[in-house]
């Protein structure tokens, strides 16, 4: 927007230079053409009554008056001669301009040229006795004065331009701070600054835009603490009752001996496990969904090893071998919110450990480029059809693995959500050797590789 205000602050200035600067030039040179014809035309009258003067004193005079303009002027005096006066000047060439000047009686201007003039201003004046004078005028000089009318001008106008693009420069960063500011706003309201406001200043139309801004970050922020206040207090109230409930339930087990009720008792407990599950599942969600951490870098490789050492222990139960491949160079740093990477790594290794048969392998795979970088997670499973995994993100859908359903069908909701939130992506891919391939793309950071 910059660009444009500069580029029509300097078209404005160029088009009032244009309708001002430029008709003074051409008047300017008009009347330099003007007076210089005017003025040889008057010579050239006076040499022409001195040649048609009947008494040899003319006649002289002409002479030296004509040699005396031919050394103060570029001008150069041609006359032809009479019965009562030879001048010692160069005769004219038979022309048109000659023959109109003897025969009609008409004094002729040629200026050799139909684009302002050419390299001679030729005068053909008529005198008495069938004679002419004629002064053939250099040019060069006007020339020159043209060139500085025109030059100064068009230096001028540079000069002016030129300040012009300073003064629109500065105006423009002016006019345009107001929507710099409120972009500069809206960009860390997008990144999850929810204290993101921006100043009122400028034009009524900017203020009346901040302030409206402005009020609906607040009320948003208002909306967004009401939700966090709403995920704790859930958190507290749902948890609770649902460990007690637990624990009431293992108690019981403990003092029966029946193996009916003891098996009811089991499945009661694991409906319990499940709702914890879907408990936290939901919690997790409506925190990444409130969306109020903005992303930070972060190491990658650390936070990778971190949750793989936290997972090795379940998977080492079932003789299931977790590898870490393809690491790249360095140390890729990704950007992402805080603990959001623990939780995606957490929902799919769980995923894939889950589905995984005993003895197969989970593969885990980080590659590394310029401006992304990519985390692998390749199981041994059954893997999906297409129209499972077209519907594996959506809440509540769980997918069929090998140790049954006990899965909340939140873990891919949250993962995508999360991902969303630090501008990455997830896709569900099939594994080269059968199986399910995980794909999560993040964003890399700056500093990445340091």
């Known amino acids: 927007m910059n660009r444009q205000l500069i580029r029509s602050y300097i078209l404005l200035v160029a088009v009032a230079i244009l309708l001002f600067t430029v008709p003074v030039a051409f008047t300017l040179t008009k009347q330099l053409r003007d007076d210089t014809e005017l003025s040889v035309l008057r010579e050239a009258k006076t040499m022409a009554l001195l040649l048609g003067g009947s008494d040899s004193v003319s006649c002289e005079a002409l002479t030296e008056v004509a040699k005396a303009y031919d050394r103060e002027s570029p001008g150069t005096v041609q006359a032809t001669p009479t019965p009562a006066c030879t001048p010692d000047l160069p005769e004219p060439a038979a022309d048109p301009a000659l023959t109109r000047a003897v025969t009609d009686d008409e004094p002729t201007t040629d200026w050799g040229s139909d684009f302002i003039w050419g390299r001679h201003l030729t005068v053909t004046v008529p005198a008495e006795g069938d004679a002419a004078v004629r002064i053939v005028y250099s040019t060069s000089d006007m020339t020159t004065r043209f060139w500085q009318i025109w030059g100064f001008r068009a230096g001028l106008a540079v000069l002016v331009l030129a300040a012009a693009a300073a003064i629109g420069a500065v105006a423009a960063r002016r006019i345009t701070r107001p929507l710099r500011e409120l972009n500069s706003m809206a960009s860390r309201f997008g990144d999850g600054d929810l204290t993101a406001r921006s100043p009122v200043t400028g034009p009524a139309e900017t203020q009346t835009l901040a302030r409206t801004l402005n009020q609906g970050a607040e009320r948003l922020d208002t909306l967004v603490a009401s939700q966090r206040r709403f995920v704790a207090d859930a958190s507290h109230q749902l948890r609770t009752p ?26 009661a407990t694991a409906e319990v496990v499940r709702m914890s599950r879907l408990v936290s599942g939901l919690l997790v969600l409506a925190r990444a969904e409130a969306k109020v951490t903005a992303p930070e870098p972060l190491h990658l490789l650390d936070i990778v090893d971190e949750r793989l050492a936290v997972w090795r222990p379940a998977a080492d139960e079932r003789g299931v071998h977790i590898a870490l491949r393809g690491v790249a160079d360095g140390r890729p740093s990704v950007l992402a919110g ?7 790594l957490d929902n799919v290794l769980s ?94 950071s700056p500093r990445s590789g340091g």
């Open 242 to 267: 649902l460990t007690a409930l637990r624990l009431s339930l293992d108690n019981i087990a403990d003092g029966v001996d029946d193996e009916s009720v003891r098996e009811d008792v089991e499945q």
């Open 338 to 344: 805080p603990g959001h990477l623990d939780q995606v």
């Open 351 to 444: 995923n894939a450990l889950e589905v995984s048969p005993d003895g197969a392998t989970i593969t885990v795979r980080v590659e590394a480029s310029a401006d992304e970088v990519a985390l692998s997670v390749l199981d041994e499973g059954p893997g999906m059809t297409d129209q499972e995994k077209s519907r594996a993100f959506d809440r509540f859908w769980r997918g069929q693995g090998l140790t049954g359903r006990s899965g909340s069908g939140l873990g891919l909701s949250v993962v995508r959500q999360l991902l969303t939130d630090d501008g990455g992506t997830v896709t569900l891919r099939d594994a080269p050797d059968g199986g399910l391939w995980v794909r999560i793309s993040l964003r890399a």
